[in-house]
């Protein structure tokens, strides 16, 4: 039978490239291309104890729950807004499947086929997929180190119209930058002026590696909280198998967002979000999130120093200043998406820099994750790295 | 601000009667009206357990899952599916947030604008939502305690040539009917004549009252497992909280609902999915679901005699033989939904039947709940809503 699938299925093709990192989940294979937090530091211990008081804690702990989540954790979640300076309450708290769920159900009640949305360039490529789901144009905004660039980001802006702007602005997924203050100010005075609302999606932001900086989020410069809706999630900094996640934003916004939710699934885990609450109450996160950002900043510098010691002539990357990826241009020379096979079968993945972009594809760039391996496999999966990225035969 | 929402969400609007169920959960009021099962029996001891395993089964455990689901997990599914004669693989399994999350997605990748969806009328109402949100047309076909009218199917599938036909041949929600085999394969043949595919929606089939019968599901005589579209969930046989359900159906359906799932929220919780495989390992969980029918069953003839012993030119019902709902027709001069309000003024709450509807509705019915109270329960809160539904001065 030839099933007659609704057309906006056609942009649902998966990519060659995943389809090659499918096959990366062998032990042999050293991955550097998914973005797994680190399994030897998971808490879990605290997390066997925390689900351990869910289930003394009443029967109806395993009934059906809200929509909107578990009022306790909402409120936990409240304060932790509150120290990064973003007023919200429970009831502008939608408790979610991990923030790519906020992205989906955003995107839902937003965009109907035709609109537009900005973003960076490149970016998170699971984001670009939603987008274009629903039928949305996505159009880059030319960026660099420190954010967008404030004059074609107005020209956009203006030309366009665009439903909303989606920004990672701290530890961006690819490629690791924080947006500067300056820009972050601009971003926001721009889209007050044209009446633009940003989604601001910030998996990432709690791995800092330097106490010594602040990076202020959006949604905290919103002070009247009516346009940057905020996403974060506790995949990074807890556990990824619990899939929580949330987002805060205007009241109608996230109002609207539940009702979707509520045909979407009904509500997430309600065991996960319980337990996350003991662990949020009981478990000192903060140390636990420190020990993360030493070991992640331990196994950054093994990168960094490894791809300088090759020279800038090779291999560029900015150092990143938190998160879990590091984002590495190459010599002109090597087109990274037609070497991904080999170094899969020598023993190493990443991801190819080119679906990132929304724009023009710089076919020599490449993101890595340091998190997730250890720094000995670390340093061997650079060596097959290189020598197949660096083997002439290879290249363009 | 005036959020520039997509027109899509013009069909979210909540429900006055969503609106009303909302302050149903106080302690006084003893509601009928969610489909809540009965918290009394959850195997809370089995399920704490389950997690013990999966704590002690390595840190991996804990970390980001496939989009399809825990593979132990559908190989135990598929095994529960050979037992009601529906031949799967894990490969054509896709595991979800319940069976709702199934809808939404099958909708997602099956409906365009303007297209048209088959339902029994009356059906699930959150359904209907979802088909109404994706742009669809819902056509009620006339449906009796058998099923739907065999000669208005074939007429609607001719002159709609709908997306697919909704049905929830077991144990329906809301009426709690069973459809007769011969409505079943008639059902079956028709789509196989005009090409259609049916959305098959089972939550309630393992909650039978009665040994001697057998309910075939659609998908087992579907035997090249073509045209059907199966989906259950583990919320009513085991507890809600683990929010886990699942798909089964021809394996190009399934792979494009796992794109569409990726991108939806990546996978739902991999702790609960690997709780649910021990716990289907090593539970006797066909022993639980025998407990959970006879519960079931005696709060139900609670109920029932409750009604029949005012007589049916006050109620009429038809005794269901499995699931959790009792489906009444009032006396013609009742409105339940003009009196529901005063119903949980009174302390007690039902769903008036009219948002079933997809046709003309009938404002005398309404659904009752009966897994979830307890037997005093149950007769306390009959008292309570028989002296609201027969105070005269309230009627239509």
């Not at 710089?362 to 197949?388: A, C, W």
Request: proline share 5%; charged share 20%; hydrophobic share 35%.
């Amino acid at each position: 039978m030839n099933y007659p699938f609704a057309s906006r299925t056609q942009s649902f093709e998966s990519s060659a490239v995943r389809d090659i990192l499918k096959v990366t989940q062998q032990a042999h294979v050293i991955s550097f291309a998914g973005g797994l937090p680190a399994e030897d530091i998971f808490p879990v211990e605290a997390v066997r104890t925390a689900y351990d008081k869910v289930f003394s804690s009443g029967n109806n702990a395993l009934q059906y729950g809200l929509t909107e989540g578990f009022i306790p954790l909402r409120e936990m979640i409240q304060t932790k807004m509150e120290r990064k300076g973003i007023t919200s309450s429970p009831e502008n708290i939608l408790v979610t499947t991990g923030s790519q769920q906020v992205i989906d159900l955003f995107s839902r009640i937003m965009l109907s086929e035709g609109d537009v949305v900005l973003t960076e360039d490149p970016t998170y490529l699971s984001a670009l997929q939603v987008f274009h789901s629903y039928g949305a144009e996505v159009i880059a905004v030319h960026s660099d180190q420190e954010g967008m660039d404030p004059e074609d980001l107005r020209v956009k802006l203006e030309q366009y119209q665009p439903k909303f702007v989606y920004v990672i602005p701290t530890f961006s997924n690819p490629d690791g930058k924080v947006w500067s203050a300056e820009r972050r100010q601009h971003l926001l005075d721009l889209c007050y002026q044209y009446n633009i609302l940003i989604l601001e999606d910030d998996p990432y932001g709690d791995i800092q590696f330097h106490d010594d900086e602040y990076y202020q989020p959006l949604a905290s410069l919103d002070e009247q909280r009516t346009h940057v809706v905020y996403t974060s999630t506790f995949s990074k900094s807890v556990v990824p198998a619990l899939r929580t996640g949330w987002v805060t934003g205007p009241i109608e916004i996230i109002q609207m967002m539940a009702k979707a939710k509520q045909m979407n699934d009904l509500h997430s885990s309600s065991l996960d979000q319980q337990a996350l609450y003991y662990l949020l109450r009981d478990f000192d996160l903060d140390s636990h999130i420190q020990t993360i950002r030493r070991e992640y900043y331990l196994r950054m510098t093994i990168m960094r120093d490894y791809l300088a010691k090759l020279g800038t002539d090779l291999f560029k990357c900015a150092e990143p200043k938190g998160g879990m990826f590091m984002w590495v241009e190459a010599n002109e020379e090597i087109n990274t998406t037609a070497l991904l096979h080999q170094a899969v079968e020598k023993g190493v993945a990443f991801v190819p820099g080119a679906p990132f972009y929304v724009g023009q594809p710089k076919y020599n760039t490449f993101r890595l994750n340091f998190s997730h391996s250890s720094p000995e496999r670390i340093q061997e999966g650079m060596d097959r790295l290189v020598s197949v990225l660096l083997k002439p035969a290879h290249s363009k």
